[in-house]
T-cell receptor
Framework: IAGITQAPTSQILAAGRRMTLRCTQD?????MYWYRQDLGLGLRLIHY???????GKGEVPDGYSVSRANTDDFPLTLASAVPSQTSVYFC?????????????FGEGSRLTVL | GQNIDQPTEMTATEGAIVQINCTYQ??????LFWYQQHAGEAPTFLSY??LDGLEEKGRFSSFLSRSKGYSYLLLKELQMKDSASYLC??????????WGAGTKLIIKP
C-alpha cells in the first residue's frame, strides 16, 4: 500500500533554476493539496485541486504552479526558485474536495534553494 | 484575521497525562482537527471534532467548545513514542484548513 508518494525526498537547488516536485497517490482521492512547512509556522496551503482538471490557489501561491491532468498526479513547479522557497513541502490528498475529510500526507520533500 | 494558538513546547513524564490546548479564530467553522507529526515525518490524523464535547479514542481524547473557540487534546498513559509535534487545525467557512504551528511534546522517562 503506497498511499502518497513524493519525489524527490530531498533536493538542493541553485536560485533561478526550475524545479518540479512530484506527487502521486493510489487511493483514487478526488482532492489533492500542496503545503509548505517552515519552522515556527503552521502548514501553509500553496495550491489545491478538488478534482482532476481543476486547481485553485491557496494561502501562498506566488512563485508556484500546479497541474492536475489526472486523478493520481499533482506536480508542483517552481518556475524560478528563490531562497525563500527553502522549505519542506508536503503533498496531501482527501476523499472529498473542500477539505471536508481527513488528509493523507506524503513523506515530504525537503528543498534547499541557495 | 484567522489565527490558531497552541503552546510551542510541553514536557511530560512517561505514564502521566498531558493536555495540549488550542484556541482558534477563523472565518466560520467547520470542524477542528488534531494531527500528530513525528520529527522528519508526515503528519497523521488523530481526531476531528465539529460538535461540542469530548471524543475518546483509546489513550487519546479531543475536546471542543465552539462558544469559546477552544479545543484540547488529552493524552493518557504517555509512552515514549508519543514524543512528537501535535498540530491543531481549524476548518473555516470555505472548508480551508488553518493550521497552528504545532506543539512539540517531549516525554521524559
Amino acid at each position: 500500500i503506497a498511499g502518497i508518494t513524493q519525489a524527490p525526498t530531498s533536493q538542493i537547488l541553485a536560485a533561478g533554476r526550475r524545479m518540479t516536485l512530484r506527487c502521486t497517490q493510489d487511493m483514487r482521492h478526488n482532492a489533492m493539496y500542496w503545503y509548505r512547512q517552515d519552522l515556527g509556522l503552521g502548514l501553509r496551503l500553496i495550491h489545491y485541486s478538488n478534482t482532476a482538471g481543476t486547481t485553485g490557489k491557496g494561502e501562498v501561491p506566488d512563485g508556484y504552479s500546479v497541474s492536475r491532468a489526472n486523478t493520481d498526479d499533482f506536480p508542483l513547479t517552481l518556475a524560478s526558485a528563490v531562497p525563500s522557497q527553502t522549505s519542506v513541502y508536503f503533498c496531501a490528498s482527501s476523499e472529498a474536495g473542500g477539505n471536508t475529510g481527513e488528509l493523507f500526507f506524503g513523506e515530504g520533500s525537503r528543498l534547499t534553494v541557495l | 484575521g484567522q489565527n490558531i494558538d497552541q503552546p510551542t513546547e510541553m514536557t511530560a513524564t512517561e505514564g502521566a497525562i498531558v493536555q495540549i490546548n488550542c484556541t482558534y479564530q477563523t472565518s466560520g467553522f467547520n470542524g477542528l482537527f488534531w494531527y500528530q507529526q513525528h520529527a522528519g515525518e508526515a503528519p497523521t490524523f488523530l481526531s476531528y471534532n465539529v460538535l461540542d464535547g469530548l471524543e475518546e479514542k483509546g489513550r487519546f481524547s479531543s475536546f471542543l467548545s465552539r462558544s469559546k473557540g477552544y479545543s484540547y487534546l488529552l493524552l493518557k498513559e504517555l509512552q515514549m513514542k508519543d514524543s512528537a509535534s501535535y498540530l491543531c487545525a481549524s476548518m473555516d467557512s470555505n472548508y480551508q484548513l488553518i493550521w497552528g504551528a504545532g506543539t512539540k511534546l517531549i516525554i521524559k522517562p
